[in-house]
């Protein structure tokens, strides 16, 4: 049985047990979460598509950590213009276990 669930502005296939990390979410480590915006649920053969959403979906998960991912770097370059500039970029993130799909 697996899922697609709508969190952050992405996209995600999830089944119970995963183990993922999304943007970040306002909650406490250990706290249990319900994500209802599910696009799909499926189950062997039978497949539930929401128009958006599907009706009564519900995905919790348990929030198991805050964190920064690696750094980006960004670099601006013009040749033959002595011109370089660097920056970077971490991006927050929240990572949850997927305890349960229901719908």
């Known amino acids: 049985m697996y899922a697609v669930i709508k969190t952050g502005g992405k996209q995600y296939r999830v089944s119970e047990g995963d183990t993922l990390k999304v943007e970040t979410i306002e909650a406490d480590e250990g ?20 128009t958006p959403l599907v009706d009564g979906g519900k995905v919790t998960a348990t929030v198991k950590s805050h964190g920064r991912g690696k750094k980006i770097e960004i670099i ?6 002595h011109h370089d500039k660097r920056t970077g970029h971490r991006q927050n993130y929240t990572e949850i276990q997927i305890t349960g799909i229901a719908g």
Do not use: P, Q, S, Y
């Open 31 to 50: 706290a249990t979460i319900e994500i209802d915006e599910v696009l799909m649920i499926a189950d062997g053969d039978n497949i539930k598509i929401g």
């Open 76 to 81: 601006k370059f013009r040749r033959r213009k």
